[in-house]
């Protein structure tokens, strides 16, 4: 099951009221300015945010793009697909913490 927003992020949300919907305004602007559906866009950010080592941004986006109508092995995917690209540590390292989102143990191949 996938894990609640975290505190810290509601409670900031709370206290930064304007900052917050300003943030969230820009998110949707990018995410309306082309042609990629929500899914898509969604898998492109987690993959970015692993490159950056973002592990709330990596939950994030996993959260995002599973009520997307990503399935786990998208997730993954898009996270291997960038490995020579960010390296396989920054890969492995999202791989947990999308893991963390799925909240269950890796399937084996």
Known sequence: MPRDIPGH???MKRQFPEYFAALEALGEAARKAGPL???TVHLVQLAA???VRSEGSVHSHA???LAAGAT???LRHALIAVTSTIGFPNV???LSWVQDVLGRA???R
């Open 9 to 11: 992020y509601l409670r």
């Open 92 to 94: 492995t390292a999202a």
């Open 106 to 108: 890796p399937r084996k």
């Open 63 to 65: 959260r995002r793009a």
């Open 49 to 51: 945010a692993a490159a």
């Open 72 to 74: 786990a092995e998208e």
């Open 37 to 39: 559906d929500a899914k």
